[in-house]
């Protein structure tokens, strides 16, 4: 149903907009966070100390989303989106606000656990949100705007890092989230409830177990959680890895290390919108195992230029091919299990998607962590390691992805999943 289907009346119309809006600031908040601390890095390492642990700041924040999608997915299908994704929000700026104030590199790591324990909230409930909005078809737009939006933060976010450590402090990278999120979470609270339906209170098994053996045994679910891991993997260590190789190798300042990334993170959101697209018409196999070749010849592009010591002109070419296909194999690993499954275990779903993307960074990065010399700077064997997770990825994805997706017709809960739900005083 499109934004203005005659199931919607004007306020009902406006109000899905709204609620739009707010998950998908909430989204970009999440996205923006992930990549605007990587310039400041080095600085915060030189300030703070803990040069050993470099790798911490990012596994750390990794680890508790890896966790907590887990948990929020589920609980998300038994006692609704609204709830879960609004204590995500609070953990997210409470993490933020807490490491904008670290006066050691200790602290500055345990607030990181907070910060990541909100994000895997808000990123995986943000999606489930907006797939219960729109049906599949005007979800092939709906993941063209977000992912763009997802892209433009990501993009953003290194510059306005690098921007913001040169000339007001490194602690604004992350109290700059505070005001956004609060405008995110008055947004959700005035435009949307949760569908009408009974839920019950989820046992601790089903927290620790959130995918049923059905589910698991859909042909596309599995292939989007092993693709995510991969996925996961390379995002997060690029994301580590490459502004520290300018700050060590191109003797870049913190701002060009920021955007370093840029060109990768303008190749996902290419990537990502239209991946979609061929999701829908060419199938899943194509969409994921299309994605990770093109990303493979960018990994081994990548690899071979820093082996060679050539130009970074050449480096940023390699990053943008590699995130051309990367966005396409992480978008449609999430949209193609969410519509195989039914309403009840779509949380659920997405938030394994997230958590083995989650895992498979951290424990890329804390691997690649160990590697290199004495500085933990960005050697050639952790430029290496991308090619083979974009080979594994290629190599699952023809494996186990199906051609064809079998969507779930499950009808959706009372008044439907894709409608506001007003309260019973309005």
């Known amino acids: 149903m499109a934004l203005s289907s005659p199931r919607l009346d004007a306020r009902a119309t406006q109000r899905r907009r709204v609620a739009t809006g707010s998950v998908l600031t909430a989204l970009v908040v999440a996205a923006f966070e992930g990549t605007v601390v990587t310039p400041a890095m080095p600085t915060i390492v030189r300030e703070l100390g803990g040069m050993s642990a470099y790798a911490w700041v990012f596994s750390a924040f990794l680890i508790a989303s890896t966790?907590?999608?887990?948990?929020?997915?589920?609980?998300?299908?038994?006692?609704?989106?609204?709830?879960?994704?609004?204590?995500?929000?609070?953990?997210?700026?409470?993490?933020?606000?807490?490491?904008?104030?670290?006066?050691?590199?200790?602290?500055?790591?345990a607030f990181r656990v907070i910060q990541g324990l909100g994000a895997g909230a808000l990123q995986p409930i943000a999606m489930v949100i907006s797939a219960d909005l729109y049906t599949l078809d005007e979800r092939a737009r709906i993941q063209g705007i977000f992912t763009g939006a997802w892209g433009v933060a990501?993009?953003?976010?290194?510059v306005i890092g690098g921007w913001i450590v040169m000339h007001l402090s490194w602690r604004w990278v992350f109290l700059v989230n505070v005001p956004v999120g609060v405008v995110s979470m008055v947004l959700l609270l005035a435009s949307y409830r949760d569908p009408l339906r009974g839920a019950s209170r989820p046992s601790l098994r089903g927290l620790l177990v959130p995918l049923p053996a059905p589910v698991l045994e859909v042909p596309a679910v599995r292939a989007g959680l092993v693709a995510s891991l991969f996925a996961g993997g390379i995002l997060a260590a690029c994301s580590a890895y490459v502004p520290l190789w300018m700050t060590t190798h191109a003797r870049a300042d913190a701002l060009d290390a920021g955007a370093a990334l840029v060109p990768m993170l303008i190749g996902w959101a290419l990537g990502s919108s239209f991946g979609v697209r061929v999701l829908v018409a060419r199938g899943m196999r194509t969409s994921v195992g299309g994605g990770f070749t093109i990303?493979?010849?960018?990994?081994?592009?990548?690899?071979?230029?820093?082996?060679a010591g050539a130009s970074t002109a050449l480096a940023m070419s390699c990053l943008a091919l590699l995130g051309l296909g990367l966005g396409p194999a992480a978008s449609t690993s999430l949209v193609g299990p969410q519509s195989c499954v039914p309403w009840a275990q779509r949380g659920a779903v997405t938030s394994a998607v997230y958590a083995l993307r989650a895992l498979g960074g951290s424990v890329v990065v804390a691997m690649l962590g160990a590697a290199g010399g004495g500085e933990h700077d960005a050697a050639l064997v952790r430029f290496t390691a991308l090619g083979f997770l974009a080979f594994a990825g290629v190599a699952a994805a023809a494996w186990m992805a199906p051609r064809v997706l079998h969507l779930d017709e499950e009808p959706e809960p009372a008044g439907g999943a894709g409608l506001y739900h007003p309260t019973a005083a309005e």
């Open 67 to 109: 966790f907590a999608v887990l948990v929020c997915g589920k609980v998300a299908d038994a006692l609704g989106r609204r709830p879960v994704f609004l204590g995500g929000m609070v953990l997210f700026l409470a993490g933020s606000a807490l490491c904008g104030a670290a006066t050691s590199f200790g602290a500055l790591v």
């Open 154 to 158: 990501n993009v953003v976010g290194p």
């Open 295 to 307: 990303a493979l010849v960018g990994a081994v592009g990548l690899a071979l230029v820093v082996a």
